[in-house]
């Protein structure tokens, strides 16, 4: 059975991915004023991987992300305007300013938070995975994961658990060909990472990550299978990022033409816009209309960023637990 | 109506009637059913030791057998907590705490402020710690120091059969994620415990022992070697104050305090490892908040830095016993007497 997107699921993917893309340019550009704090790791070039997986989510649904999460929240709907001021460690950021790019979480969009420590989620997801199976709720769990990721043993265990424990889970690999500065064709043991699934008697497919609809159509049977009872599935999305493992990064290691070539040829928005206005699904001036909404948007949030108060003394103390 | 029973079936008592008033609470580890795919009969074990036997013909599906795969369930055990369940999870010996304490200083305890207070962890971690089983160095540690260190969790040590019970269902409805350590030579002791459900509040020290002239300042096992030793020392005309802790995180600070104010002297007793451990943590605290009324140094009693020794002459030296304790004693109470 595959997967037909409307025409309205069609017009909010190509929001999401370009309200992605958007927000990541901004906060690239921004990032070299100085005035954005700490570590960014930017998302732009995989967007079509997160909204694909995405698109088939609702608000019972769990995603974990990584290090690189602002594509994540934003298609699992967290709100823009609080990703940005979080990102600037302001008090009106979704975690007030305490958590940062790296731990930007919102529970009860059913985004478990970005992750710090690579191979963080999956165990967390099979936990997500393992309430949903209680509260018979259908509740699918993802857990996002890098090619780095995939090879540490908490995905692997995790992969194993949800097996065992037969759990509602998604193991979406992202494999964009860099573990920071290190190749996965060097660091991954297998030639594709969809092959350890079979390992762990789940399925396992690979996708072209940069292609919203293939990625789409596996994540709407994975989700399916999921919801229906049918255990785990590991899905790798082959992808590229535009920019480095971090904000900062030289990227010494790419090819000098590599990102250039890649934004040409492979870019998922542009393909997708290609794909949709050449089939008269969509037209042109309405995917037009979506990318003046959306510049409006981030603009606006990144002007309320700016503006917004820092947290206060106070805040340092609070929230460490419930109570103490 | 109280009972006497086991620290070990005080504890089962606690997780059965909290599985039974509140269907949150779950419960999981390595052989806690104790029969999964093999041939035998289900619920065979109920953990390595038998904690929770007797679980899972009540609750069924509630109480799950894990792969040995501590950071996977560990993990599922956290993630299940911030998706409104309540998990039990068992981490069947501290010192495995290695394999996964990621998912537990990185992740639970840290997600309520990296998340803006927005998170809620209400998961509990039961593990059982300490020396004197012949386990030597890899199944006999008291690592509750580390967990005491971390921002974020909680940590519960009881000494008693009737603390296991209350502390224990405590930490089922705290809504921040605990550490419950047991410590594996308390499992067959005995004491009174009321068969109805009661709760311990952490942060709470227990007085139990009064006396004018020294104040020990122990917890977990080590409480009970202290009362033996304060028994000694009392025929000797030495009244010693045992404080039994409870719970090192959060940590019943103005307890001490008080009892140092009226002893001047103070002895602390703490089966970890003697750099960084409640020993040094209750003897910081003190000598900074309670100087003044100090009349001889602290003294600490703890193993030597060494890790746990296998053979039986050795380990009945690495672990504070009643002499080393009076030994201490008495020479805070001669100090300047």
Redesign the interface.
Known sequence: MTTQPSREDLLKAYRMMKTIREFEERVHIEFATGEIPGFVHLYAGEEASATGICMHLNDNDKIASTHRGHGHCIAKGVEVHGMMAEIYGKKTGTCGGKGGSMHIADLDMGMMGANGIVGGGPPLICGAGLAAKFKKNQGVAVAFVGDGGSNQGTTLESLNLATVWHLPCIFVIENNGYAEATSSKWSVSCKDIAERAQGFGMPGVMVDGHDFFAVYEAAGEAVRRARKGGGPTLIECKLNRYYGHFEGDAQTYRGPDEVKKLRETRDCLKNFARKVTAADLVKQSELEAIDKDVVALIDDALAKAKAAPKPGPKDLLTDVYVSY | MARKITYQQAINEALSQEMARDP?V?VMGEDNVGGMGADGEKDAWGGVLGVTKGLYPKYGD?V?D??I?E???????????????R?VAELMFIDFMGVCF??IY??AAK??????????TPVVIRTMYGAGFRAAAQHSQCLYPLFTHI??L?VVMPSTPYDAKGLLIQSIR???PVIFCEHKLLYTLEGDVPEEIYTVPF?EANVVREGKDVTIVTLGRMVHICMEAAGNLAKKGVQCEVIDLRTTS?MDVDTILESVEKTGRLVVVDEASPRCNIATDVSAIVAQKAFSALRAPIEMVTPPHTPVPFSDVLEDLYVPNAAKIESAVVAVKGYRE
């Not at chain 2, 996977?72 to 409104?84: E, H, L, P, S, Y």
């Not at chain 2, 997600?111 to 809620?120: H, I, L, P, T, V």
């Open positions: 949150s779950i509630r799950m894990t792969p795969t950071s996977a369930f560990i993990g599922a055990a956290i993630g299940a907590a911030t998706c409104g369940m998990p990621d998912q990185n992740q997600f309520r402020y990296m998340f803006g207070g927005k998170a809620k921002p974020g909680k705290d809504n921040d942060g959060p």
